[in-house]
């Protein structure tokens, strides 16, 4: 059988099949700079992806933009049909920080480190490789925002992390409960969560346009 080399691959299937096997969502400079193409080539190629895929007859993924990355996702109305001994579940030694992200974004990674300690730096860098957060620099310091993956995950209706704050801190006050309180409901026991005051985010700061921050060490 004849081999298949990477330029014979149709640039939308490569896209397809690369969204699909990260399992997260991916910003078009790092699929343009994988794939040794234009910024301007990847996004035409994922926008005429997605209208194929809305034509598709029963397909189960979708493909979504949010606030400039890419991401391959079950439609949300099969979301809650998957048998839950498939669907992906957050560690529950992450569920703590997942939380107490979710209450405060944009959340000062600092912050974070002075209500759970120093192993906030860990859960950070192994929520942001699941897909969940996104870690944004603001000026010197970094801000941490939940993804749409994270909200569906958490069953939250919502993807814009305005949104799911207020949709987290609803269901906390419905059960009575700060951030601090809702966090430690969700640990694995024994951790202690310390109160912090919000770190006020800088005037300029403008979430849609914020770097975001890729692997590297703390």
């Known amino acids: 059988m004849e081999a298949i080399t990477l330029s014979d691959v ?5 896209l397809e099949a690369t969204l699909f096997g990260a399992g997260r969502s991916l910003s078009v400079e790092e ?14 190629n994922l926008e005429s992806l997605q209208n194929t895929m809305k034509r598709r007859p029963g397909g189960a993924l979708q493909l979504t933009s949010v606030s400039g990355r890419w991401v391959m996702e079950v439609k949300p109305k099969l979301a809650n049909h998957i048998p839950s001994t498939f669907r ?20 000062a990674q600092s912050q974070l480190v002075e209500m759970i300690g120093q192993r906030a730096y860990d859960h ?26 994270f909200a569906e995950m958490f069953g939250c209706p919502f993807a814009e992390s305005k949104k799911v704050r207020k949709w987290f801190r609803e269901h906390a006050a419905n059960m009575g409960m700060d951030g601090a309180e809702l966090a430690a409901s969700l640990s694995d026991g024994g951790d202690e969560i310390q109160d912090a005051p919000e770190v006020p985010v800088s005037e300029d700061w403008d979430e849609s346009n ?9």
């Open 88 to 107: 992906t579940e957050i560690p529950q030694r992450l569920l703590a920080a997942a939380a107490l992200i979710a209450y405060h974004q944009p959340m």
């Open 210 to 218: 914020a770097e975001i921050i890729q692997d590297e060490e703390e």
């Open 31 to 44: 699929l343009a700079e994988s794939m040794q193409q234009s910024p301007g080539e990847i996004v035409a």
């Open 124 to 149: 950070v860098r192994d929520l942001a490789h699941l897909g969940l957060i996104d870690r944004r620099r603001d000026g010197l310091s970094r801000r941490l925002t939940t993804t749409r993956r």
């Open 10 to 14: 149709d640039l939308r299937t490569l």
